[in-house]
């Protein structure tokens, strides 16, 4: 019996029923308020010891992992999608990331320009840099630089075919040649070493495992006194989940 529930609750049979668009929205909301708290209980603690010891745990879990786990699903799921879904859902700068509502009145195409015009400031990005776009998504970041620093070079970082067409159409309507991409794996791919002065990692750490095995990769590209931003370990609403919840995340 067991069996037969696990086999209907499966992904393979419910996803296909949530796409089609058969259930109902209160009954779709029953099952997330359902899944929500399932986690809690099980990230629950009883004491700020045992919520150390199940952080710990995590972390020892990461150490033993490799970078990235099931990068062939996640590209079939969405970063293989045709690039015509997405300008029809994304700004236009095709920016795959947080956007910046500094006032909260903002377009899209606004909010995206903000968010870049930070990691520049943020990152402290130079006209005659080497800049690596790690896990770059459509380009937004990457051509944003190309065409704000025209004296550095631009190496994008994608783990998608789609993605680079997309970029390298971009780059040449736009007549930017200093910008490059690259298609890869991060967990098996080697950059040059001391190859660049600064490395911009957008919303991408959230999906690896072991933090220790990417940062000494990281750490190998960079140039002696370069610099890794992480935009996602940057921002004010995301940090203080990482830093201080009893959930066994990487603080």
Known sequence: M?????YLMSDSVINPILDA???PHPLIRLGIRRQLSQRLQEIATQSQTAAYESKMKYVELLRNRPIAIETKKANEQHYEVGTGVLKGMLGPNMKYSSCLYEKGNETLEQAEIAMLELYVERAELKDGMNILDLGCGWGSASLFFASRFPNSRITSFSNSRTQKEHINTVANSKGLTNLTVITGDAADYEFEPESFDRVVSIEMFEHMKNYHLLLEKVARALRPG??????????????PVFAFGSAPVVG
């Open 2 to 6: 067991n069996t037969i529930s696990e």
């Open 21 to 23: 668009g058969y259930l």
């Open 226 to 239: 370069g610099k890794l931003d992480d935009a996602i370990r940057r921002s004010p609403t995301l940090l």
